[in-house]
Structures are given as structure tokens and as C-alpha cells.
């Protein structure tokens, strides 16, 4: 159907917020809609929720949690839309803020998906999100992090990546940059699959954008608040290492990669010396993850460069690459984000 989007949220015993994600979207002004609610086998009575108090709903069970990734991709594959909206359970939409993105993204044929504004569910005056572009180090710089929602962001830019909170893509879009039939990599649990994603639609000649004007609330960390922050953070450079494997040209990846390694052994240190053995651990257990899974890693790569890639790296590197200063990495770290912006 023409115009239509098909809003994906993907479940994991999130009872608690769904009440609130459902009824902002039945408010909200775009009514060409249809919702696919993906649940990682939940036992909070989450489905049995939905099924009574929105029928219409396309509801897909799995029998064990697939994790953020894979469950998106088992409902793309439901989706009947124009448009994919991945949607994270733990949200509030405003009013236009669906009208808003398929507005801006029918009218720039050249961006493959948009990101919303997102601000903090239990304090709405302070950003969640403005999206992330690629640093030096292979660590990205989160854009607006933390920060008041001041007038500096209420403007439309360009990204490297959205945040897989709220974002909506072209279907068409999607269906060309797929791998052995996913969107999103299901070796990836959670966590950077939504970087890896919006990085091959960069490799497939479209753009990624931010629209100020479309605004949404999240309850950030939610979800992953109830797996240990050394899990989250294993996932975390898993997951970035092999993306920038798979994706990026050989003279970029010699640019990036090394030093990556290099920070990551330094973050693995500095845990040690603060105690956190946890996440040492997590850090050199994700490098060794690659390390054993280069083969399957380099395979994948083969399929993007050979049939996604239509444009070189240098050809958008400008639009997705920042460079703070050292200190904003000591943040990062801490979880901070006291750090002065300087781009």
C-alpha cells in the first residue's frame, strides 16, 4: 500500500512499557499504519497484553530471545509497508513525529533512512540522541548525548548512523543492502546492528538524516537494564570491530582498525586498574571472538563490497566522520557526558 509504514517493535518482557509506546502511537496523526510486535519469548504476559487491547496487531512469537537484531529481521520480513519504522518498546511518540519523517524522507530521494529527535523519557528536556558519526578511533561520537535540547540541534544534518530507538527507512532501501537475506547481522545479539545497517545504506549510494521536527521520548537503557553492563559492553566492541571489518574499503580499515585495537587494550587497562576485571574481560573476549570468526567475518565482506558497494568510502567520508578532541574518549569511558561538544 502506497505510503505505508510498518512500525516493528521488537519485545523482550517489556510489559511495563508498552501501555505507553502503543497508546502515543494510536494518538499520533499518521494513521496509515500497521504494527508488527516481535516478543523474544517473554513471560510478563506482554503478548497476551497486545492481543487483547490492539487485535489488529501482527504478532510473531519466537520460542527463545533472538536478541534486538535478528527479531527486527523476522519482522521486516512481516512488513507490508513503503516504509520500515524500527521502534524500541520502551517509547513515547508525539503527535507528527511519523508524519514528519515520511514527509522529509518522500521528498530527498537521495536518504535511505531518517532518525527522530530523541529526548529522555524521565527528563525531557535533555537529548538521548542526535545520532553518531565515525571517529579516528573507531568510536563514535554520540552527537547531543546527554545534552539540553537547545537550539543547536534543531537543525537537520546528515549522520553516520541513527539509534535503533526510532528510525525509518525505505523498504526499497533496505531490501538492497541485505546479507544472506538479513537487514540486521544476526551474529550481532544487540548493540551496533543499527551502525552496521546504516553504514551499508552509505555503501549503497543514500544517506542517513536527522529530523529535529520529528520528536520522541525514551526510557534509555530500559531494556538492557536487566543484562550486566559487562555483557552489554562484550556485544558493544564485538560487534563495532567485525562491523568496520565487513564494511569499510581496505585504505579506510587500515586507517581505523589498528588504532581501534589499540584504544580497546587501553580501555581493558584502565578497567583493570578501576577493579573492573568484568569488563577487561568482556573487551579481550570480543577481540577473540573475531579473531575466530574472521572467516565467516570475511565472507560477509566479500558480499557487501561485491554487491552493495556502488560508491568508495572517500566519496561520503565527510558526512559521517568527526573528530573530537582526546578528551571526549576519557568520557566515553566513564559513561559521562560532562564533555564539551566541539563539532
Known amino acids: 500500500m502506497k505510503d505505508l509504514v510498518s512500525i516493528i517493535i521488537v519485545n523482550w518482557n517489556g510489559m511495563k512499557w508498552l501501555p505507553d509506546c502503543f497508546g502515543s502511537i494510536l494518538k499520533q496523526d499518521y494513521k496509515n499504519y500497521e504494527i508488527i510486535f516481535v516478543d523474544n519469548a517473554s513471560s510478563d504476559h506482554s503478548v497476551q497484553w ?3 487491547q490492539y487485535p489488529k496487531t501482527k504478532i510473531i512469537v519466537n520460542d527463545k530471545n533472538l536478541g534486538f537484531s535478528h527479531a527486527n529481521n523476522i519482522g521486516w520480513r512481516y512488513a507490508s509497508g513503503e516504509y520500515v519504522l524500527f521502534l524500541n518498546n520502551d517509547t513515547s511518540v508525539t503527535k507528527t513525529f511519523l508524519t514528519e519523517l515520511v514527509s522529509f524522507l518522500k521528498k530527498d530521494v537521495s536518504l535511505g533512512g531518517m532518525q527522530s529527535k530523541i529526548l529522555l523519557m524521565d527528563h525531557p528536556d535533555t537529548l538521548d540522541s542526535v545520532g553518531a558519526f565515525l571517529t579516528p578511533t573507531g568510536f563514535l561520537f554520540h552527537f547531543g548525548f546527554g545534552k539540553k535540547d537547545v537550539r543547536k540541534y534543531d537543525k537537520d544534518i546528515l549522520l553516520y548512523t541513527a539509534k535503533g530507538a526510532c528510525m525509518l527507512f525505505r523498504k526499497s532501501v533496505l531490501d538492497k543492502v541485505t546479507v544472506d537475506g538479513n537487514i540486521f547481522d544476526p551474529d550481532y545479539f544487540a548493540y551496533f546492528e543499527e551502525t552496521d545497517l546504516c553504514h551499508r545504506i552509505w555503501l549503497a549510494g543514500y544517506s542517513i538524516g ?29 560487534n563495532r570491530i567485525n562491523s568496520y571489518i565487513k564494511n569499510c574499503d581496505v585504505a579506510h580499515l587500515l586507517s581505523i582498525l589498528p588504532l581501534h585495537i589499540v584504544f580497546c587494550e587501553v580501555f581493558a587497562v584502565a578497567s583493570i586498574a578501576l577493579g573492573r576485571f568484568d ?12 579473531v575466530v570468526n574472521i572467516s565467516k567475518t570475511l565472507r560477509k565482506r566479500r558480499i557487501i563490497q561485491k554487491s552493495i558497494r556502488t560508491r568508495p568510502d572517500s566519496a561520503f567520508w565527510q558526512n559521517i566522520f568527526r573528530k573530537p578532541r582526546l578528551v571526549y574518549y576519557w568520557y566515553l569511558f566513564k559513561g559521562s557526558s560532562d564533555y564539551e561538544e566541539s563539532v
Open 210 to 238: 536527522y529530523n529535529y521536527r520529528s520528536v520522541i521520548y525514551h526510557k534509555m537503557g530500559a531494556t538492557s537494564s536487566t543484562i550486566r553492563n559487562a555483557s552489554i559492553q562484550y556485544h558493544s566492541f564485538k
Open 50 to 52: 497486545v492481543k487483547k
Open 279 to 290: 569488563l577487561t574481560y568482556a573487551i579481550e573476549k570480543a577481540i577473540l571472538w573475531n
